[in-house]
């Protein structure tokens, strides 16, 4: 009673403080914020406003929860998925799926199943269709407590060092004490939950190993809908991440009317083969749609989908042109040697990092991918000053099968023969005819990827029946869902959607006869960032109204319509040899507040007089002298906000000796000046605001997780400090300039 006295009296002097508190020292304390908590929600309900509906009801779940109000927290879960569920373009398994531990949780002790938490959950789930109830097993009864508790750990560390805390300040952490306490509760009962209801719906067949034509082996599985009438299309996807996720995949498509087909790539899972990422895809992925096609249960038709690693396997398989194959999905879909391990024909480290983790085991090294050692590994390379192919040597966990593939990667540093046979190239492109859908966004590593495919096709295919879907999305939100905020930058509301719920209207407009999913209007539909529109075009070009030239340095560092002088010559000298001095090709965020201009040139234009669409490809034309035979550049463009922060749109990494043709290298002759032409390869579209700069930063890259290109002319690869004792110098001539694709 005592106890309970003193905290009330807490309370009294934290409401006079702040309408409605909690003392920190009692949210630090377990015990304490345990018998607190109650009074703290119900206090805080009594004066709790907020504007956005869905933030209110998130709130409100939250604080009647911890209250012990049970069936409030229930009804407020329930209208937040009919609030949620008016969203345009949302998933409503994902939707159903919002709360639903919360809420078995908070009906145990209510209506029939009262007292009975097991119980309370199987009939729950009982009740969903099938898509909510795939998504309520792979998204709210999926538990890993160490994580929980790690959460919680971290929302106590995080509460500001203020007296007394407010709602807004305490809500990370009661959210993160909820999701431990249900996690405890539910972690023994779900997975026996999940498993019974998954018979009463679907057939599986797991551990399937499927032979090729080589006489290799992939393990694969299949989920079928029970009781489908009828024989039935197959959504397939083929991936080197053999994880439990493959099977949610399946069943998802199960439960969209599909026979859902995972294999992964040979010597993954049950396979007894060696893994090797990329170079067996395309035939093995096409002896498993064959094997597909001739199943009692399929009628003959096969759509792939998926992303990343999965979206290259689709145009791996693609490319053998299998008759059973109807269409392709691809997301965020990587293309060997042009976007990993190279871009630009500049070699990217993250990849032997990868290597590992997918060739190590059967499944996913994710404790290696995981290990501390990786950044020391970049740093001990960049430090010695050794040739870049040295790499191996300095790493303290060889891993000789990866160590073998990053080898033969090195020794291919033109886009050669050896990747040009891992997907279509040239003619082959022709060949493909049909249906394709691409989704890629704005800030994916894959941007260039995905255009790459995108333009290969409608150029060499006539009747290319190719559409792309780009918006303000990383690698992640252009192959699931978006976020609302991403890195700092916050997404127009109009691109917020779902690309697996598209996924599915797709494959049923194409095999199924259903209407074109409507945000599909044309054959490139993209979000123009901060007008919160959607548009569309008939092609790359018809995105944009023109090219807006803008000189770089007519005065000083300055972008201008104006051309510069005949005479105008502006130098940077690039220590290349220096480990002091970095320039990384990226920001860390979305929204900085300076760049770094280092071993390069800052540009910017006057405050814009009246707003600007920026939508396509940015290029540049620059004319130069330099006393190397090579150079690297990263060319970044950005919006200046009238506030002073940097907006990131978009850039191009280029190797000089590549610029014209990534198949062949060209050096450059030192002393004489040069044309080069840089080619966007990523897709941008930004409403700049009236008041805001157009920044360009030209520069020379130069960190420790990329090759450093001292211009010797040798294979940069071979090349070592000693290369770079001179440094690299560059000046820029009259006549260059950056091309801007002005929208419509």
Not at 58 to 74: E, F, K
Not at 237 to 246: K, Q
Not at 354 to 370: C, H, I, M, Q, R
Not at 498 to 523: C, F, M, Q, S, T
Request: a neutral charge; one cysteine or more.
């Amino acid at each position: 009673m005592k106890r309970l006295l003193a905290l009330a009296a807490l309370f009294v002097l934290a409401r006079d403080a702040s309408a409605a508190g909690l003392p920190r020292t009692i949210a630090v304390d377990s015990a304490q914020l345990a018998s607190a908590l109650p009074a703290f929600a119900r206090e805080a309900l009594e004066g709790y406003a907020e504007p956005d509906r869905e933030r209110y009801l998130d709130t409100v779940i939250r604080l009647r929860l911890a209250a012990g109000d049970d069936a409030l927290a229930v009804s407020a879960i329930r209208e937040l998925r009919a609030v949620r569920g008016q969203r345009k373009d949302t998933n409503p398994g994902v939707v159903g799926a919002a709360y639903f531990a919360e809420e078995v949780c908070a009906g145990a002790g209510q209506g029939a199943a009262a007292g009975d938490l097991s119980k309370g959950l199987r009939e729950a789930i009982a009740r969903l269709d099938d898509r909510t109830a795939v998504e309520v097993a792979a998204r709210a009864l999926t538990f890993d407590l160490d994580a929980a508790r790690q959460d919680l750990e971290r929302a106590r560390k995080a509460l500001p060092e203020t007296q007394v805390l407010s709602v807004a300040q305490v809500l990370p952490l009661l959210r993160a004490t909820q999701r431990l306490e249900i996690a405890t509760k539910l972690q023994p009962l779900a997975g026996p939950a999940v498993a019974e209801d998954d018979a009463r719906r679907f057939v599986i067949e797991k551990d399937l190993l499927l032979k090729t034509r080589d006489g290799a082996q992939v393990a694969a599985l299949v989920v079928r809908p029970r009781g489908a009438a009828g024989r039935l299309p197959a959504a397939f996807n083929f991936t080197i991440y053999a994880r439990d996720n493959n099977l949610v995949e399946a069943k998802r498509s199960a439960a969209n009317g599909y026979a859902g087909v995972c294999a992964n790539t040979r010597g993954k899972g049950r396979s007894p083969n060696d893994p090797v990422p990329y170079e067996h895809d395309g035939a093995d992925a096409t002896d498993v749609i064959d094997w597909i096609s001739k199943q009692p249960w399929s009628d003959g038709r096969v759509g792939m989908f998926g992303g990343s690693y999965e979206g290259f396997a689709q145009w791996a398989a693609a490319k053998y042109r299998h008759p059973a194959l109807k269409t392709i999905m691809p997301s965020v879909p990587v293309a060997p040697g042009i976007d990993v391990p190279m871009e630009g024909n500049v070699f990217l480290s993250g990849l032997y990092r990868w290597l590992p983790y997918v060739t190590n085991t059967k499944g996913l090294d994710e404790a290696d991918y995981a290990d501390g050692r990786w950044n020391a590994l970049d740093w001990a390379l960049w430090n010695s000053g050794k040739p870049y192919r040295s790499l191996p040597s300095f790493d303290t966990k060889p891993a000789p099968a990866a160590i073998a593939l990053w080898n033969r990667w090195l020794s291919h540093p033109s886009y050669d023969a050896y990747w040009q046979a891992m997907i279509p190239h040239g003619e082959e492109f022709a060949k493909i005819d049909l249906p394709v859908l691409t989704t890629t966004g704005y800030f994916d590593g894959c941007n260039i990827s995905a255009l790459h495919y995108y333009q290969e096709h409608v150029k060499r295919a006539k009747k290319a029946d190719h559409t792309l879907l780009i918006g303000p999305w990383d690698h992640i939100g252009a192959q699931r869902r978006s976020v609302d905020t991403l890195s700092g930058y916050t997404i127009d509301p109009v691109a917020r959607i779902d690309i697996e719920a598209l996924r599915y209207e797709w494959l049923n407009h194409v095999l199924k006869g259903a209407p074109r999913p409507g945000i599909l209007k044309d054959r490139i539909n993209y979000q123009v960032m901060g007008a919160n529109v959607w548009k569309h075009a008939p092609s790359l070009a018809a995105m944009k109204s023109r090219d807006l030239a803008l000189y770089l340095g007519a005065d000083g560092q300055v972008l201008s319509q104006e051309p510069q002088a005949a005479s105008m010559a502006l130098g940077v000298k690039a220590d290349l040899a220096d480990r002091e001095l970095l320039k990384f090709t990226q920001p860390m965020q979305l929204v900085e507040k300076e760049i770094d201009p280092t071993n390069g040139f800052a540009f910017r234009t006057e405050p814009l007089t009246e707003p600007l669409e920026i939508s396509g490809l940015l290029s540049a034309d620059l004319r130069f002298v330099t006393n190397r035979k090579d150079v690297d550049l990263s060319l970044e463009l950005y919006e200046q906000t009238s506030e002073g922060q940097y907006l990131f749109l978009t850039y191009v990494l280029a190797r000089a000796s590549h610029a014209s043709d990534r198949t062949k290298r060209r050096l450059l002759t030192p002393g004489k000046p040069q044309k080069l032409t840089l080619r966007g390869g990523r897709l941008t579209s930004r409403l700049l605001s009236k008041g805001s700069r157009v920044v360009v930063l030209l520069s020379i890259p130069k960190q420790p997780r990329m090759q450093v290109n001292y211009g010797s002319g040798k294979d940069v690869s071979d090349e070592s400090i000693e290369d770079g004792r001179t440094p690299l110098e560059l000046t820029l001539l009259a006549g260059s300039r950056v091309l801007l694709p002005a929208g419509r």
